[in-house]
């Protein structure tokens, strides 16, 4: 058929990504075909939902572990790398510098004070 783009199924590896770029005149959608999770922007994609990407959207669909998508094959590229699992360790890593010394046991107590201007 004239005018429709066809759907491939696309098996994902464990921390890899495919990114995607829409032309100014694309529409896409993308589906899940696996029961773990897959991820656009740091949002689970609900499986087997189709969901719609519009026209000048660029970004990145990303599979912690074994995954499939459905999509267009135009529109899908293959990375051998991921920025998430690298975004996931710095955002671990300031978490962990930021939390205070806790004592090791007895009462723990949290203190707030609020600057006033006099």
Request: proline share 10%; charged share 25%.
């Amino acid at each position: 058929m004239e005018g429709q783009q066809e759907q491939a199924i696309v098996p994902m590896e464990p921390g890899s990504e495919w990114r995607f770029e829409l032309e100014p005149d694309e529409n896409i959608a993308l589906r899940v075909h696996s029961t773990d999770p897959v991820y656009i922007n740091g949002e689970e994609l609900p499986p087997t939902t189709w969901y719609p990407l519009y026209r000048y959207n660029k970004g990145a669909v990303y599979s912690p572990t074994e995954g499939k998508i459905e999509g267009e094959p135009s529109c899908l590229r293959e990375a051998d790398f991921s920025v998430h699992a690298a975004g996931i360790s710095v955002h671990l890593d300031v978490d962990d510098t930021a939390a205070p010394e806790q004592p090791a046991s007895g009462a723990r107590a949290a203190t707030h004070s609020v600057p006033t201007r006099r």
